[in-house]
DNA sequence: TCACCTTTTCTACATATATCGAATTATCGG
DNA sequence: CCGATAATTCGATATATGTAGAAAAGGTGA
């Protein structure tokens, strides 16, 4: 990858046009590959899944950190990672932070990868 | 990344549990991973719009590279992910080899994503 | 066989990133 | 203010990957 990558803001939960809409423009293309990247790791899906799945529906760092079994550290990168595409929403309450996935994100981005949605 | 990732066969379109159906396994968690990565590029977003858009269904490795302005075999190395993700299907006929979308992969990933399939 | 075109494979390289431990910051209870 | 706990940030490192050009392979027609 040769050139750097933009900076750009995907914390929004609606992303851009569907893939099948009309060959996608660069923009569209980076904007949905972003926020799909951020999807795109194993931790971050086990994250995702213990969040969605959490009775409460929020979970702080440390209990993910054990739920996933890897150092808090990473998990907080992790965390920040979902958190700049839109996600996952974090709130600090007291000495703990505590994460909530945003099921309206994932739901643009099914929307944006249904290939029949145009048809 | 220290640990190498795992070779895995993501071919088949129906890939894993969805994200909500529970805590998901570090397997599942894995080869979901792998086919968002597979998408998460904004080279292969465009190769796939172009693809689920193309009157005919199916578009050469040429036009593909003339469509997204790169050099050949880089266009053959994204498609060869996208066939090793299961999103893409190629048929050499003569000199070229066309390519088409398997928007049934492309679904089964939107339902393994829809955070409210086991509400 | 040979010339030519298309595609893939190979090689190299620069950038990106997942992970951890250490240091730092934030919060609370004395 | 101090000590303890939780979380983030920082620094380092090993792995992964997007890209292009050169070489090789696949395919066609004379």
Redesign the interface.
């Known amino acids: 990858m040769p050139k750097a990558l933009p900076v750009v803001d995907v914390s929004s939960p609606i992303c851009c046009t569907p893939?099948?809409?009309?060959?996608?423009s660069?923009e569209a293309?980076?904007h949905?590959?972003l926020r799909?990247?951020a999807?795109?790791?194993?931790?971050?899906?086990?994250l995702?899944?213990?969040l969605?799945?959490a009775g409460a529906g929020e979970v702080c760092t440390c209990d993910l950190a054990t739920?996933v079994d890897l150092a808090e550290s990473t998990v907080s990168h992790h965390l920040s990672q979902l958190r700049k595409a839109g996600m996952v929403v974090s709130e600090r309450r007291g000495m703990n932070v505590y994460h909530r996935?945003r099921?309206e994100s994932?739901?643009a981005?099914?929307v944006v990868?249904?290939?029949?949605c145009c048809t």
Chains 1, 2 share one sequence.
């Not at 893939?19 to 996608?24: C, N």
């Not at 990868?113 to 029949?116: A, E, K, Q, R, Y």
């Open positions: 893939v099948s809409a009309g060959p996608i660069d293309a980076l949905l590959a799909l990247k999807l795109a790791d194993p931790t971050r899906i086990r995702v899944s213990i969605l799945t739920g996935a099921a994932l739901d981005l099914r990868l249904d290939p029949n």
